[in-house]
């Protein structure tokens, strides 16, 4: 019975023209897939080429940035690292994001549940190349929003916090 109910959605999934990935259910809060890019190490400051735009995996240096909400561009590089500890990053685009969205993402950031190290594990960053104004990041995970969408981001937050390919706080 199990194999015919799996054979079912991905029939109806094909009919509609949707994809149904395993073990996550359809909702357009948890974003959508990106490809692995590894978990390697790099030097501190050595420049890192990535295949997709945020990166959410690859190549990242041995440090993580600090929890928090920046008003300065943060290197990939730092934020991968954290998005391998289950961390989730949102990234804004600067210039271009209104002083009021600004205002709620700090807020979120104090508002946000704590994770099982008990801070939030949540990065919110400017980053002037997304096609979108607000992106939030997990590890292979991607939402992209054209406005601020607090339940959405929380999901998301909910979602894959602490689920990074290294458990760490």
Not at 23 to 34: D, K, L, M, Q, S
Not at 44 to 57: E, R
Not at 109 to 121: I, L, N, R
């Amino acid at each position: 019975m199990r194999g015919s109910s799996l054979a079912l959605c991905l029939l109806l999934a094909a009919l509609l023209g949707t994809t149904v990935e395993a073990g996550t259910p359809a909702n357009p809060c948890r974003g959508r897939p990106v490809p692995d890019e590894g978990y390697a190490h790099v030097p501190t400051g050595s420049p890192i080429q990535y295949k997709h735009n945020p990166p959410t995996s690859g190549p990242h240096y041995p440090q993580i940035a600090r929890p928090g909400v920046y008003l300065r561009e943060i290197l990939p590089g730092y934020w991968v690292h954290n998005l391998e500890h289950g961390y989730v990053v949102i990234l804004y685009r600067w210039p271009g994001i209104p002083p009021q969205t600004l205002r709620d993402l700090q807020n979120i950031f104090h508002t946000f549940p704590k994770s099982k190290y008990g801070y939030v594990k949540l990065v919110i960053a400017p980053y002037p190349k997304l096609p979108k104004l607000l992106v939030a990041i997990a590890w292979t995970r991607i939402l992209e929003l054209d406005r601020l969408n607090r339940p959405c981001l929380e999901e998301f937050y909910r979602t894959y916090m602490d689920r990074g390919p290294e458990d760490a706080p």
